[in-house]
């Protein structure tokens, strides 16, 4: 698959990445613009959260977003959002705004279930930090420098690079409309920003963390919203 490097497809794809990922301990993230928005990069912001007062599928709009954000937030296009929404592409937003994020039919079938999904290790090694410590978004995997890390699902790559402080040499896989993983603390990478990877693709090498340790830091979200990894991953 071709890879795509323009700067709007970079730009967009660093985007995808900081509101999927947030932050693992403070309540905002540094980004290129409210993540597809249009605001400069020095604001710092809160990543969108569900509201408990709507239902599985959608989102109440908070104060700074706007329809581009809240779609690269949530994995989708801001065309796709604004059609699901019946607004113009460069409609305006207002808090309190409730917003469909998910596909109809996706948001029908899902509810508040957990993802269809079964993943597989995308390492090999003892589990230093689980998804219940905390602060912690996702697991932390043990092994050895130079061992592989591979994609947990087929997917899409979205993002790699450096630009997130929180995630050194970070991936994030898009799979499907919901899911994404994320893959940080790597050594060699082996993808590119718009590469389609296969479950049990090699996309990376084990890097180290701040400690010297060969880590890998493992995260699974959906719909923005963290999930334990360990739930879907083969005992």
Not at 13 to 27: D, S
Request: charged residues 15%.
């Amino acid at each position: 698959m071709t890879t795509k490097s323009t700067p709007a497809y970079r730009h967009r794809a660093l985007a995808h990445a900081a509101l999927f990922l947030g932050c693992i301990a403070l309540a905002s993230c540094s980004t290129t613009g409210q993540w597809l928005g249009t605001q400069p990069a020095s604001p710092r912001w809160r990543a969108p959260a569900q509201s408990a007062s709507v239902q599985p599928g959608y989102y109440r709009v908070a104060a700074g977003d706007t329809l581009a954000s809240v779609a690269a937030g949530f994995g989708q296009r801001t065309q796709d959002i604004a059609e699901w929404n019946r607004l113009p592409v460069n409609a305006s937003i207002v808090p309190g705004q409730v917003l469909r994020v998910v596909p109809p039919v996706a948001a029908n079938a899902n509810g508040g279930a957990g993802p269809a999904i079964r993943l597989a290790w995308p390492a090999y090694g003892q589990v230093l930090r689980t998804s219940g410590a905390a602060n912690a978004k996702g697991i932390v995997i043990a092994g050895g420098v130079d061992e592989p890390v591979k994609a947990a699902a087929d997917g899409q790559v979205i993002y790699v690079g450096n630009a997130i402080d929180q995630y050194a040499s970070l991936i994030v896989v898009k799979h499907g409309d919901t899911l994404v993983t994320a893959y940080a603390l790597n050594g060699q990478i082996a993808v590119k920003e718009g590469d389609a990877v296969k479950k049990g693709q090699q996309i990376a090498t084990m890097g180290a963390d701040r400690n010297g340790r060969s880590t890998l830091e493992f995260e699974l979200r959906r719909a923005g919203t963290p999930i334990d990894p360990l739930a879907y991953l083969p005992r």
